[in-house]
């Protein structure tokens, strides 16, 4: 210890000081509270979205078709 | 070297400096990549805390169907009325799950053509044609989002009450569970109408004719 100077230790809590300081900057740092825009690739394919959807609704709609007649088969069986 | 003998204290300063704010800087964030919007993240939310409520209600009905399927003695039409029952509810999971997903893609593509709208817009390019359909594509979404949460409350179990009123009990709950699906086809009907006009709008504005591009449908099989 008798090696340490007064500049060293100084210098020492200088740097606590500093990193105590980036502590709560981080804390207490907010990211702005808009969103941020989608990326452009994703904004790209609209028509390819809007498409896969209707085919989403086309298939829906042939399911449940075909599960109320398979449905109504077995209510016969009652 | 006089003049250097302060040099390892400046050294330690200015180390304990970049490794501080190095360390500041990476946890704010601010070099993040942009995330992507994701306008349904309340919709699943929702949809997430309405299901577990529904299994509540519905491990209930089912104790009480599984205590009034002892009246019925015939075993072959015990079975029967058993499958009938549990897939009934299956459907209803299955196709309200296939609304919700179909839900999700189009809320996303809304949510793709604003952003889109709201580029061209800060280029200089008149938007205002774009947004009454785009008003209502957001107005069917949220009436469709609405419909599909009450759907997912929603519960169907055949009340048995004597083997003789059995079928006409089961057609009932059946057409009780179609009438119910209905509703979500037809607003899923009016979003998916009002997201082909938003689209041919922003094409429009955009000097982009639409390729009428459509996947036709098969017998899909939706898979639990």
Redesign the interface.
Known sequence: MKNIDK??I???I??VV??V???V??KY?K?PAE?????ND??T????????????????????D???K???A??E?? | MEKYKNIKYVSLIALGMIISFNTAYAASGIDDKPNAVRPYTEFENNFGKQLSATAEINAKKTEVFQKNLLKIKDTAKKDTINSINDRIQSLNKEITNAYRLTYIVMSQTVSNIESRMNKSQTSGVDVSSVTPSLEKAKASLTDLSGAILKQASNTYTINITDVSSLKSQTKSVRNTLEKDLNILKDKTKITNDSLQELEKSIFKILGKETTNTKVESTNTTIKK
């Open positions: 500049k060293t100084y210098s020492l200088i740097i500093i990193i300081l980036a502590i900057l981080v740092y990211k969103q941020k825009p989608i990326p994703t904004v394919n609209i028509e390819t979205d809007v498409s896969y959807v209707d085919y989403g609704v086309n298939s829906i709609n042939t399911y449940t075909n599960g109320f398979s449905l109504d077995d209510i069986k009652l």
